[in-house]
């Protein structure tokens, strides 16, 4: 089975703090993903990352940054905290390099909150 | 503009019966979809996926159907349970925005009723 880890599950932090959310797969896929999700707005892309050192902006990449120092591992920085970015965070992981959109598994989350 | 939506925020069946969740999609170019279950406080599930150049495709107790003429894909489960019940999206591959990425819609609840 495909399995997508997430760092935390649950996440407090202050205004201007810096965090990071970790993202591991254990399936060698290529390509890795960071959504959040909020009531009403779904499901929006922040982030993804198509191989080890490449990134490529989402639909809401303001405010975050990403690294993939390692094919397995996709990490989500925000670089300080706001209100805002109170939200579900979701990683995914998906695929090979066909060039082909393939499906994504979903890890279970973090749900942070920004005080 | 052209985003995959749905018809129904909320879906409520009795246990037994089958569900049936429909999604539109308005973009032509894309030509892989795919079918995903949240249950509540959990990340999204895979549960089928299919790609254009099929209309059915089946699994346990699912089958989606794609109807590329109306541009309308479902997702049906038989003999729905308590445990299906959770937020089912669907999922398109936009080719037109030249990334290997998926764009989700806004999701359906679905309630089953004991």
């Known amino acids: 089975d495909v399995k997508v880890t997430q760092s935390s599950r649950y996440l407090v932090k202050r205004t201007g703090e810096k965090v990071f959310l970790e993202c591991v797969q254990d399936m060698d896929h290529e390509n890795m993903f960071w959504y959040r999700q909020d009531p009403g707005l779904g499901l929006r892309l922040i982030y993804f990352?198509?191989?080890?050192?490449?990134?490529e902006k989402g639909d809401i990449p303001e405010g975050y940054s990403v690294s993939r120092e390692k094919k397995e591992r996709f990490s989500l920085i925000l670089e300080s905290a706001s209100t805002n970015q109170t939200s579900m965070y979701l990683c995914?992981?998906?695929?090979?390099?066909?060039?082909?959109?393939?499906?994504?598994?979903f890890g279970p989350g973090t749900r942070l909150t920004v005080l | 503009g052209e985003s995959v939506g749905l018809h129904l925020p909320t879906l409520s069946v009795q246990e037994g019966d089958n569900s049936i969740i429909n999604c539109a999609y308005s973009n032509s170019a894309s030509d892989y979809f795919i079918w995903y279950k949240q249950e509540s406080g959990k990340g999204p599930q895979f549960i089928i996926d299919?790609?254009?150049?099929?209309d059915k495709r089946q699994g346990q107790r699912v089958t989606v159907l794609l109807n590329k003429t109306v541009k309308h894909l479902s997702l049906q489960i038989a003999a729905t349970q308590p445990g299906d019940s959770a937020v089912y999206f669907c999922a398109e591959n936009r080719l037109d925005t030249g990334r290997r990425a998926l764009t989700f819609g806004s999701g359906t609840r679905l309630q089953v009723q004991p």
């Open positions: 299919i790609r254009s150049n099929m």
């Open positions: 990352s198509y191989d080890v050192k490449m990134k």
């Open positions: 995914a992981s998906g695929g090979g390099s066909s060039g082909a959109t393939d499906t994504q598994y």
